[in-house]
C-alpha cells in the first residue's frame, strides 16, 4: 500500500510539472512563433548616440576602422543616430533576412548626415531594416522621420566642454525640448562613467509611446560624463 502511495505521489508531482512547464513555456512559444518576422513588431526604438563618447571608447580600445575614422576625425559631432530598431513589448527581432538584401550604395551616402559612418548604416539595414517589413529607402526615410521628430536640446549641440549629468536631467532636457515626449518613452544608457545613448520609444508610425522594458535597462549611475565634441 505505501508504495503503491508513493508511485501515486510521483505520478502527481510529474503531471504538475509538466503543467507548470506548459504552463511557462506558451508566452515564449508565442514570441518564437513571430520571431524575427518582417514587419511583425510593435514599436520602435530611435537610438541616438553620443558621439564624443563613441569616439573616446574606441581610441581607447585602439579601433582604427574605417567607420571609426570617418565619424571620429572630421567634423565634430553631438548626437548622431545610431538606428531605428523594430522591438516586441518583450525581446526585438534581428537579422531577419539571411542573407539580407545588398544595400545600395546611393542609399548609404544619403544617409551619411544622420548616421556618419558607412559601417553602420550597411549594418543597420542587415541587423534592423530587414525586419521593419519596408524596402530599403523607406526603412532609411523612417529613420530620417524619426530623427526629424526628435529636438536635440540646444545645450547638446555645441558641447564644448566636458559636462556631469544625471541621466534623469538629460532625459527632462528632452522632455522639455519635444512635447507628448514623456519620462516613460526615454531612457538614457551609459557605460562605467560615459553617456552612451539616447533612446527613444516610437509608434510604427513614429509618434512617442511608452516602453516598459526600454526603461528597465536605462543606465542607474546617478551622474555621466558628456565628453566635448570635437575641438572642444
Given at each position: 500500500?505505501?508504495?503503491?502511495?508513493?508511485?501515486?505521489?510521483?505520478?502527481?508531482?510529474?503531471?504538475?510539472?509538466?503543467?507548470?512547464?506548459?504552463?511557462?513555456?506558451?508566452?515564449?512559444?508565442?514570441?518564437?512563433?513571430r520571431q524575427n518576422a518582417p514587419g511583425d513588431f510593435d514599436f520602435y526604438v530611435l537610438s541616438l548616440s553620443w558621439s564624443p563618447?563613441?569616439?573616446e571608447a574606441s581610441r581607447e580600445r585602439g579601433n582604427t576602422s574605417r567607420s571609426q575614422q570617418v565619424q571620429c576625425?572630421?567634423?565634430p559631432y553631438s548626437f548622431v543616430v545610431h538606428g531605428l530598431w523594430p522591438q516586441y513589448e518583450r525581446g526585438f527581432p534581428d537579422y531577419c533576412q539571411r542573407p539580407s538584401p545588398r544595400l545600395a550604395r546611393n542609399i548609404?551616402?544619403?544617409?551619411?548626415d544622420l548616421m556618419p559612418a558607412p559601417g553602420l548604416i550597411y549594418?543597420?539595414?542587415?541587423?534592423?531594416?530587414?525586419?521593419?517589413?519596408?524596402?530599403?529607402?523607406?526603412?532609411?526615410?523612417?529613420?530620417?522621420?524619426?530623427?526629424?521628430?526628435?529636438?536635440?536640446?540646444?545645450?547638446?549641440?555645441e558641447l564644448s566642454q566636458p559636462k556631469t549629468i544625471a541621466p534623469a536631467a538629460l532625459e527632462d532636457a528632452f522632455i522639455k525640448a519635444n512635447p507628448g515626449l514623456s519620462q516613460s518613452a526615454i531612457?538614457?544608457?551609459?557605460?562605467?562613467?560615459?553617456?552612451?545613448?539616447?533612446?527613444?520609444?516610437?509608434?510604427?508610425?513614429?509618434?512617442?509611446?511608452?516602453?516598459?522594458?526600454?526603461?528597465?535597462?536605462?543606465?542607474?549611475r546617478s551622474t555621466v560624463l558628456m565628453p566635448p565634441m570635437r575641438g572642444g
Open positions: 500500500m505505501l508504495q503503491a502511495s508513493r508511485y501515486f505521489i510521483v505520478q502527481g508531482l510529474l503531471a504538475l510539472a509538466i503543467l507548470v512547464t506548459a504552463a511557462l513555456a506558451t508566452p515564449a512559444s508565442a514570441q518564437d512563433r563618447s563613441f569616439c576625425g572630421g567634423r548609404m551616402t544619403s544617409m551619411l549594418n543597420e539595414w542587415d541587423k534592423h531594416g530587414t525586419c521593419s517589413g519596408l524596402g530599403q529607402r523607406g526603412y532609411f526615410e523612417a529613420i530620417r522621420k524619426a530623427r526629424a521628430a526628435v529636438k536635440i536640446p540646444p545645450e547638446f549641440l531612457a538614457v544608457t551609459c557605460d562605467r562613467t560615459r553617456l552612451s545613448e539616447v533612446r527613444i520609444c516610437m509608434t510604427k508610425d513614429l509618434q512617442f509611446r511608452a516602453c516598459e522594458e526600454i526603461d528597465r535597462r536605462a543606465c542607474r
